[in-house]
């Protein structure tokens, strides 16, 4: 690999990463998990940058072909190295984070990060430069507000008018810091919750990026009743997410899953879900499966849809992501900071 400015960058930022990020050891045992169409400069990366801390024996890499959909098959030898890692990424071009053999890995306490879609840019620019440990004390705030109220609500000037019912559901916090056990999506930073499963009412307009797709030029609408999809419109990139959906095959894909708030201020949306979805300043909702952050949906996958200047109502209480602060205008109390 080419000595140059930009390599030493790549190296310095993952050096970085897996010091404050994953709690690399010497003994570490990493596995990459990739597929034909991930870049592969991005796991001879992270490759080489482990070989800073763990020998080159203790570096596992699978490479899948990728399949058609949203489905791997786990060879046994694949899941014969998720027992013998300690630490798990995945830059492959779709998410195995939902996968059982994924899940069945986190059980026995490993670390998984999910890199889904990763570009060289992902591993040094952008929301790879954040201060993580800081925001998730802004983040945990926000995490238990959500966890405690009754209803959000999504508006934006672009036509999105939603609200459903959390009341119950436990939020979840990302923050791209491994822990034994459980996963993380770097360089993600958000907030997300479930809601209750038929409550979902209104329409949702996508006018920022989609998983497994990019760029939205052309926004999409959603409308929804008791919780799931009953309608795509829009022009052109309506159409192909219609298509990728009817090609997943299975109804429940159309469950909004997840209502997810993007709180790392470095990353930016250019049509990497994991960096699209953390953009402070966006809003995603997820859809199909929600299992594993406290829902009830089973489905092939779950799939992000980001949009732009959302207007967030908890309990009817506005959240203002201000530049240098969040607000929470809760009616009963007043102004809350985080």
Avoid: W
Wanted: aromatic residues 10%.
């Amino acid at each position: 690999m080419k000595i140059t400015g930009t390599h030493n960058q790549i190296i310095l930022s993952l050096l970085n990463f897996y010091r404050k990020n994953v709690g690399i050891k010497k003994d570490s045992k990493l596995l990459i998990i990739a597929d034909e169409n991930t870049d592969p400069r991005v796991y001879d990366y992270l490759g080489k940058a482990a070989t800073y801390f763990i020998p080159t024996g203790n570096i596992a890499l699978h490479i899948f072909k990728k399949p058609a959909g949203y489905h791997y098959v786990f060879p046994q030898s694949l899941i014969k190295l998720l027992k013998e890692a300690d630490i798990i990424i995945s830059p492959t071009t779709v998410s195995i984070y939902h996968a059982k053999e994924l899940r069945d890995a986190l059980d026995m306490s490993k670390k998984f990060f999910s890199m889904t879609g990763a570009t060289v840019e992902t591993l040094y620019k952008y929301g790879a430069k954040a201060d993580f440990h800081s925001i998730s004390k802004t983040a945990s705030k926000l995490k238990n507000l959500i966890s405690s109220s009754e209803r959000i609500s999504v508006f934006s000037e672009a036509g999105t008018h939603f609200s459903a019912v959390i009341q119950g559901r436990e939020a979840n916090m990302e923050n791209s810091i491994g822990s034994y056990g459980k996963g993380a999506t770097f360089p993600d930073i958000e907030v997300n919750t479930s809601i209750i499963e038929d409550t979902g009412e209104g329409k949702i307009v996508i006018d920022a990026s989609a998983a497994g797709y990019g760029i939205i030029s052309d926004p999409v609408t959603f409308t929804v009743a008791k919780g799931k999809i009953t309608s795509i419109t829009g022009g052109k990139d309506a159409r192909a997410i219609k298509r990728i959906l009817q090609k997943i095959g299975d109804e429940n894909i159309y469950q909004i899953a997840e209502i997810g708030i993007g709180l790392n201020t470095h990353s930016r949306v250019y049509g990497c879900i994991i960096e699209d979805e953390a953009a402070y300043g966006t809003l995603h909702f997820g859809i199909g499966q929600n299992i594993f952050m406290g829902g009830l949906n089973r489905a092939k996958t779950h799939l992000d849809f980001v949009m732009n200047n959302p207007r967030i109502f908890i309990d009817g209480g506005e959240l203002v992501l201000g530049r240098d602060k969040i607000t929470h205008l809760n009616k009963n109390i007043g102004k809350i900071y985080f």
